[in-house]
């Protein structure tokens, strides 16, 4: 695989601009991540005084419910990607240049995951940053900046999101209608958060080997998943609905 | 074609495993990834999580190569036959003779598409000589935007082989033949949102365009919109739409430009403006294959037309088609019926046969419209009759259009 890193800057450029201008979009990445951000910030301010266990498990539903933005976010935006141009008829067009199959994908996946990213680091640093200064109870405060918590905010926030974008897009690709895809896309990219939701309920015990092994784990699920977005980018499936490889095995074993 | 220097940050290995750096930024890459793991192998030193985080370390760094890589091989020689293609030249090339001789600009040669038991072309050949406009006919269905299509490499031909700005169509050349060439289909397909400007600026970067801004500039005055680059696409006109993507198939100055029913759905005027843009680009010398319906478009722009029908049922020009489909032909009318027209025309000069459709109008079948006019005027007024005109039988690409398509089986079953 060779990236020309020029049509790749073109494409993510074109994706911001277009996304910007898109008040729907830009509606739901700002009002999402406050709706996210109320209850954390309630708790912070009211809990005192509690027992050690109620203060871990504030500590990791926070982190369950923060690290839900990376994954929500980018998915209507990914799901969107391939089917939206087609229906809008922009697909034919760009396909018809040198930008290779690979390029379109990362440069649609670069500008879903920087904004996703961007919100949700936002967050923590709202959320870990309040607590120190306002938290009513120090344990509150400690609680949210364990090493562990830190390592999992910053690998799983990118490593979510890249799941969610390649998920989106696969459906994406598949997809002949926005909202099924946007619906099926936003549905395939939460079981990840199911291990996020295990440290959570303490069947995990949180730690930095824990989180750095499931960061692995989700990184290496990213390129798989990349991969097969790539082989998944057919450009006579997209344009008429065949695909061009079945056709050729098909003939090859006639 | 711009390539920027992160394409080739690494060389994969073609013997044992892993990435060499081969730019200074693929070194640099190295080295924050080894200065990681060795921080991270030291901080972390006393916790299982050290190894942990070195594997991770690397493992984002091989993925770092493997995306910024390319193989460790020397390029490929070059087909043999094939010339090696030129670089593109700036939008505003000088005015060019319409045809030229010397290679074409794409050869078709027993070209075959099918989608499962369906057959969108078959067995197609033709050629398009460099600066030729080559009108693609055909109704509803007949395969011409899959002809497109598979020109452009958006599609693989089922057998068969082609050349297209001479390079032979694999899939291998996807790239290097859609850097050459440029599609405009049937929707524009512009970027709503995004204005003019906007939109060509993309494509100029996925085009890896020189100096953009200067290009896209002529691009729009090319096609008569330079006041409009700062408008949103979504607030023009059709026809102005239709016309911001002529101008980005102009971006890249394409060795062949495929227009695919470039006119659908325009005004009259609007066409009229795409007519005359289809001619400037004829002036430029500039390969141009229109598809359309229009049969007064394709016999006003093209320099010769194939009308297709899942098979090619005829290529040439509209004379050499018309003069190969219909005998030449005289148009009499006269004031009143002929008494005994056999006796007039049988004995004029040069007329084969003669029939009358309706009172005082007669078609007469001759050898050559020039000299026997004279003969059957002087016929004529010999047998007393009045004559209001006599004039030469004139088909039009119409006729032809029809006179292929109506024999053709496949036609009568759609």
Known sequence: MRLDLGRLRAVVRKEFRVLVRNR????????????????????????????????????????????????????????????????????????????????????KAIAAIVPSVGIAYLLFAIVDGCAQIFAADPAVASALVQSSQLVGELLFAP???????????????????VRVAQQLGTLASLPPLGVVALIDLQVLTPSVTLALAFALALLVADVVMFRIVSSMFDRERLLTGRSAARAASRRASS | MRRMSGARWFTRRQVG???????????????????????????????????????????AYFGIAALLSRPGRRPSPPTPGVEPAPRVAPVATPPAAAPTAGPMALVVDHLTKRFGERTAFEDVSF???????????????????????????????????AVVAGIPLSADNG???????????????????????????????????????????QALEAVNLGARGRDYCGSLSKGLRQRVGLARALLNDPAVMFLDEPTSGLDPVAAREVHDLINGLRQRGVTVFLTTHRLDEAERLCDRVAILNTRLRSVGRTDEL???????????????????????????????????????HYLLTVTDPRAAAPAVTRALVAAGADVVSIAESRHSLEDVYL????????????
């Open chain 1, 24 to 107: 729907f979009i830009i509606g739901t990445m700002a009002v999402l991540p406050v709706v996210f951000l109320l209850t954390p910030m309630i708790e912070i301010f009211r809990l005192s005084g509690v027992p050690a266990l109620v203060v871990q498990r504030f500590a990791g539903s926070t982190f369950l419910l923060l690290l839900v933005v990376p994954v929500v976010v980018p998915a209507a935006i990914a799901a969107y990607s391939v089917v939206g141009e087609r229906e809008q008829g922009t697909l034919e067009p760009l396909l018809t240049t040198p930008l290779r199959r690979e390029e379109l994908l990362l440069g």
């Open chain 1, 159 to 177: 490593l979510l999101a890249g799941w969610s974008i390649w998920v989106g897009i696969a459906v994406s690709t598949r997809a002949s209608d």
């Open chain 2, 17 to 59: 495993f892993g990435y060499r750096p081969a730019t200074w930024q693929g070194w640099a890459v190295t080295a924050v990834a080894v200065g990681a793991v060795v921080t991270v192998l030291l901080v972390l030193r006393k916790s299982a999580a050290g190894p942990v985080a070195a594997l991770v370390v690397a493992a």
């Open chain 2, 127 to 161: 050629s398009v000589a460099p600066g030729e406009v080559f009108g693609f006919l055909g109704p509803n269905g007949a395969g011409k935007t899959t002809m497109v299509r598979a020109l452009g490499t958006l599609i693989a031909p089922t057998s068969g082989s």
């Open chain 2, 175 to 217: 790239t290097e033949i859609r850097q050459r060439i440029s599609i405009m289909p049937e929707n524009p397909g512009l970027y709503l949102r995004l204005t003019v400007v906007e939109n060509l600026q993309l494509f100029a970067g996925l085009y890896g365009l020189r100096k953009p801004a200067a290009r896209i500039d």
């Open chain 2, 322 to 360: 018309r003069a190969t489909l219909f005998s030449r032909s005289l148009v009499v009318e006269t004031a009143a019926p002929l008494d005994a027209p056999d006796g007039v025309f049988a004995t004029s000069t040069g007329v084969e046969s003669w029939r009358s459709d309706q009172p005082a």
């Open chain 2, 403 to 414: 006179e292929l398509i109506d024999e053709d089986p496949e036609a009568a079953r759609r």
